[in-house]
């Protein structure tokens, strides 16, 4: 096997990853379907193999990535995050096909994907969570063991597909008649997305914060934390802001959940990178969510604060290197906060503009600026995948520094063409609770006029689309 990298994924994450390979004197092998037949990570890959028409099935089938990665002479493959990142059955075909899959082993993947399975190592550890069940039974039975948790720990309650992951495959429940009504509806749901109807119920924390720590872990046992990030302002269960490292929880309050998260990895055996994610109350108790064998989207604003790549650890990890770094190295310092922008419309429930071509493209820099992304001016946007464009970080030294150059950039940031996230995200940076960092997972509920804004037609604007258009058009049609 030569020093050869497949990267399987697309868009954004997969630039990064191509980066991180490239850096490491690996070329980096790139696949793709044909709707992303003009995305940027196939023009900074030292090759790229169509794999076929799909959308996304031809990105999801472990036989034909297995398939292309052994013809073209790889050592290893890297999931990023989504697709089969946190599929058992990649990581097993790699290891099966002697390739190196850059992750956790298929076994931990699979335990930890269950999430019943999940809460009974935590539980074995000693770890506190959410009061849940295992998986239900189907039918009646199954409504049956669901009533009698809710007549022990009352309503609202969550109702999850056990494999589920990413915001999917959860409902809250707030009564007995959606219970009846949505139990089926989940098992089917769960069927269709997971290939596994199985469910499980968890106790609601009410408006919480959402906290999670980024650990890694070598072959060896040895488990590091690279701090806390707080993802609370979300949307159906989906982040959109994440913040390095979680605001508002005392540093010792920090350094507990954070010493908690090394002892749920080293309970379920883990190694690479991978999240720890626990619910915050008001009175500070903090539960076990889940543990993310993957890289996350918000990796980014630890590496800000931390100063420590995590994808080239990741990769060095596999390959059979130790932890480059001792716990009492890491330090974190200052504040990051990542915004995912994309080809959404907040106003019309965040409904995805995909199909739409960016005319005028001006991004912000500068100090403490981070941008992650693929898109460009021309760039027509695939209907058939997620709407994430680019991800915005920023640093800063202190909290106000970080929130005032995250308005300017948001102010400078142009995309003209679908609507996208960043005048709601300008809405948001400039509310009062969110400058004092006041937010849980019931932020946008409680916060409805973050929607009430008009689109940018700023005279900078108007004139930067008028330079794309007389570019594209190779004249000026207004002038006389």
């Keep these: 096997m030569k020093k050869r990298i497949l990267v399987a994924n697309r868009g954004e994450i997969a630039i990064r990853l191509i980066r991180a390979i490239q850096e490491l004197d690996y070329e980096a092998i790139a696949v793709y379907e044909t709707p992303d037949r003009n995305s940027r990570h196939l023009r900074i890959a030292d090759e790229a193999i169509w794999i076929g028409d799909g959308p996304r099935k031809d990105y999801l089938d472990v036989e034909k990535i297995i398939g292309t990665a ?33 992750g956790p082993p298929s076994k931990v993947i699979e335990n930890l994907g269950s999430k019943v399975m999940a809460r009974r190592i935590m539980a074995e550890a000693g770890i506190a969570m959410v009061p849940g069940t295992e998986n239900l039974p189907s039918g009646e039975q199954g409504l049956q063991v669901a009533m009698e948790f809710v007549a022990r720990y ?67 046992g040895n488990t590091v934390h690279l701090g806390t990030r707080d993802c609370s302002i979300q949307r159906r269960n989906q982040k959109l802001v994440e913040i390095a490292p979680a605001f508002q929880i005392s540093e010792e309050l920090r350094e507990e959940i954070s010493q908690t998260a090394v002892k749920a990895a080293k309970a379920s055996g883990y190694f690479n990178a991978g999240t720890v994610e626990f619910l915050l109350d008001s009175d500070n108790n903090y539960y076990f969510m889940e543990i993310n064998t993957r890289l996350q989207v918000e990796h980014t604003v630890t590496e800000m604060v931390t100063g420590i790549d995590i994808v080239r650890s990741q990769i060095r990890l596999a390959m059979g290197h130790n932890l480059h770094v001792r716990q009492e190295e890491i330090r974190t310092r200052g504040h990051a906060i990542e915004m995912r922008i994309n080809a959404e419309d907040p106003q019309n429930n965040f409904m995805p503009e995909g199909g739409k071509t960016i005319s005028v493209y001006r991004s912000p820099g500068g100090y403490g600026v981070r941008l992650d992304g693929f898109c460009y001016q021309g760039f027509t946007i695939p209907e058939v995948y997620d709407s994430l464009l680019v991800k915005l970080t920023v640093f800063g030294w202190s909290w106000e520094e970080t929130v005032d150059r995250l308005r300017r950039c948001l102010t400078n940031y142009v995309i003209t063409g679908p609507k996208t996230t960043i005048p709601f995200y300008l809405n948001l940076v400039n509310d009062p609770d969110f400058q004092q960092g006041v937010f849980d997972t019931s932020y946008l509920e409680t916060h409805e006029h973050l929607f009430e804004y008009k689109e940018d037609n700023s005279e900078i604007n108007k004139l930067a689309r008028l330079i794309a258009e007389i570019h594209n058009r190779g004249e000026n049609r207004y002038a006389k």
């Design 70 to 102: 052994l013809r073209s002479n790889v050592c290893a493959i890297h999931p990023g995050y989504g697709f089969l990142a946190e599929n058992p059955d990649l990581a097993r075909a790699c290891e099966n096909a002697g390739l190196i899959f850059i």
């Design 154 to 220: 009352g309503f609202p309650i969550m109702l999850k597909a056990t494999s589920g992951g990413g915001g999917r495959g959860i409902r809250r429940i707030e009564n007995e008649h959606e219970l009846r009504e949505q139990y089926p509806i989940a098992r089917a749901e769960a069927k269709a997305a997971f290939n596994d109807d199985s469910v499980y119920l968890e106790k609601v924390v009410v408006n919480p914060r959402h906290v999670e720590v980024q650990i890694l872990a070598d072959r060896a």
